[in-house]
């Protein structure tokens, strides 16, 4: 492999990703060429001089040119890739059960890779046309010359969007009551216990109510319920961000919709909009603590842990396998559990009065992200596993 083909202008988080990999290919000594997504004519140009016969691989994220786009149709309802015989490799940064269309579909010669190895069991259970699939969990980018810890603008900074309950029950169009009872059913249990997997909890619902449910309805099923993930995931971030904002402590929040929370504090909550993945991390670089809740992550980990370290500020977060695995609690990091959240704001006020502690974990925290974290070792790691 000499050559690496990349996606640009589609989604702008998996953009930066993909910059941030392809430095360190370069470094490798592999040339790498974005296929510009706004550009499609110039990038059918493009390509045919860049392309090298045997030599070049294309790498995505979340099926980004394998889901059947115009652009990258080539000649008799045939895939570009298909046509020049290019080997594929995707990166679901996603459950799974995101992908079902894109995942059912005809692909040769694709390799899967996922960021929570029980993403991984799930693939190759469900999809074992696929064959041996890869973990490869996210990581963390540094920006240069962080601000001193005492001098840090934020106390505590949350990055992700809100989505309100009106604005998710579109996804429920169409679904009959007692479907919505039976998801509600589901969610009413991941609230009550929090550790249980998304996937194998959804499917041991869907085997109790259908004791012969095939495994492509399964499947299907469990694409038609996406509302489950995207509810528990909003729950559980309101009931987080707005404990911290009524136990008096400010948190500037990045992404959309957090007016519409309906914290009874909203004055604690620095509302700064949906902001780029740069922009993101210049808060953290400039916040004390950086907090992270897992989108149902329970064996993989969110690039916002490793953000958070890399820029120098605490990290604190509901953990999974992985990182219990990889971090010391304490020491490079801080857990708590979505069990007992309620302890949260008072592990946050601990870390605010204790400043030389926090700092102390800040640093050990960056220096043990910069060794193993970073999206340089996860691009290391890919080029391992395209070299298999």
């Known amino acids: ?17 993909s910059i941030q990999m ?15 997504l706004e550009r ?23 099926f980004i040119g394998l889901s059947e786009e115009a652009q990258f149709e080539w000649r008799e309802h045939k895939s570009v890739w298909e046509i020049f015989e290019i080997p594929c490799y ?3 940064v996603d459950s799974p ?41 996210l990581g963390g980018t540094e920006l240069s010359k962080n601000p001193a810890y005492r001098d840090r603008k934020y106390d505590v ?15 429920l169009k169409g679904v009959d009551e007692e479907n919505k009872e039976f998801y509600f059913e589901i969610i009413q249990r991941l609230k009550e216990e929090p550790n249980l997997p998304l996937e194998q909890t959804m499917i041991s ?15 299907a099923c469990l694409y038609g319920m996406v509302f489950v993930d995207l509810y528990i995931r909003s729950y559980f971030r309101r009931e987080i961000v707005c404990s911290l904002a009524e136990a008096g402590i400010r948190v500037a929040v990045l992404g959309k919709d957090w007016e519409l929370s309906q914290c009874k504090n909203m004055d604690n909550l620095i509302m700064a909009g949906q902001v780029d993945s740069k922009t993101c991390l210049e808060y953290m670089r400039n916040a004390k603590i950086s907090l992270n809740i897992m989108p149902w992550f329970k064996e ?31 020491q490079d990091y801080i857990s708590f559990s979505l069990e007992k959240r309620e302890e949260l704001p008072k592990k946050i006020k601990k870390l605010l009065s204790e400043s030389g502690y926090a700092e102390k974990i800040a640093l050990q925290g960056r220096q043990k992200a910069v060794k193993e974290h970073t999206w340089k070792q996860r691009a290391l790691t890919f080029l391992k596993i395209a070299d298999t």
């Open 1 to 17: 492999m000499k050559k690496i083909i990349l996606a640009k202008h589609a989604v702008e988080t998996l953009e930066f990703f």
């Open 22 to 36: 392809a430095e360190t290919f370069q470094e490798a000594g592999i040339e790498v060429w974005f296929w510009d």
């Open 40 to 62: 499609p004519e110039k990038s059918r140009k493009e390509f045919q001089s860049f392309y090298q016969k045997g030599e070049t691989v294309f790498l995505t994220f979340n």
């Open 90 to 92: 995707c990166i679901m």
């Open 97 to 137: 059960v995101y992908y079902f269309k894109q995942l059912s579909a005809v692909h040769n010669d694709l390799t899967l890779l996922c960021i929570d190895r029980q993403h991984v069991k799930f693939v190759e259970e469900y999809y074992p046309k696929y064959g041996k699939v890869y973990f490869l969990p």
């Open 157 to 171: 900074v949350f990055a992700g969007n809100y989505v309100a309950l009106p604005n998710l029950m579109k996804h």
């Open 205 to 219: 619902y869907l085997k109790k109510e259908i004791p012969k449910i095939t495994r492509h309805e399964i499947l």
């Open 300 to 330: 993989g980990a969110h690039d916002r842990i490793f953000n958070s370290m890399l820029q120098g500020c605490v990290s604190v977060t509901d953990t999974s396998q992985y990182i219990t695995e990889k971090l010391i609690d304490g």
